[in-house]
């Protein structure tokens, strides 16, 4: 059996190191145009929860719900049972406002459980911004402006908070007063002098 050899030339100088070079350069592009491929291209409420977990500042809860405190607060925290005036701004991932309020008052459990359960979080006067996943939210189902399956974002800012039972004595406070003592005739209901 013959074997035959090929010579092989030796590689010029500078040569391999221009190889590299050139694999480097291609492979910088090819990231490149990955990166400018997926600009403009929403990514999924999963993904976007999933990397802002990582994010700064951001406390995910066991439900799901991420909220960042932007302000603390002071004393006590609100219950179901308390309804609270909290100043609000709602949008998507995307920016689009969706709702806004400088002074609101909402029942904690009369709105969707991931504002409710952030709410509770809060103190008087802390402002936080809170990332409510879709099944914290309307879920797969769209409500006005809001599309289905979306991730809320609110800025909110607790002012203060009462109790239901607190707010329905106020109540019949008020009524008392306007109405005076019950029973009695509001002035000039009575018969009048000289009729």
């Given at each position: ?164 039972a607190e707010l329905m004595q106020l109540q019949q406070q ?22």
């Amino acid at each position: 059996m013959s074997t035959t050899a090929v010579p092989l030339r030796p590689i010029a100088k500078g040569s391999l190191t221009r190889l590299w070079i050139g694999v480097a350069a291609i492979a910088l592009a090819a990231g490149g145009l990955a990166w400018a491929g997926q600009q403009g291209v929403e990514a999924s409420p999963s993904a976007f929860l999933t990397q802002n977990t990582h994010a700064d500042g951001v406390v995910t809860t066991e439900s799901g719900l991420q909220y960042k405190v932007l302000s603390e607060g002071a004393g006590a925290s609100p219950t179901p049972a308390d309804v609270a005036l909290v100043g609000y701004k709602g949008t998507l991932l995307d920016g689009t406002v969706f709702d806004e309020n400088p002074q609101a008052p909402m029942p904690i459990d009369g709105v969707v459980p991931g504002f409710s359960e952030g709410l509770q979080k809060m103190k008087k006067g802390g402002k936080y911004r809170l990332w409510i996943p879709p099944q914290l939210g309307y879920g797969d189902q769209a409500a006005g402006p809001i599309p289905a399956g979306s991730v809320l974002v609110f800025d909110v800012t607790l002012h203060d908070f009462k109790s239901k039972a607190e707010l329905m004595q106020l109540q019949q406070q008020m009524q008392q007063q306007q109405g005076g003592p019950q029973g009695a005739m509001p002035p000039g209901a009575g018969p009048q002098p000289g009729n």
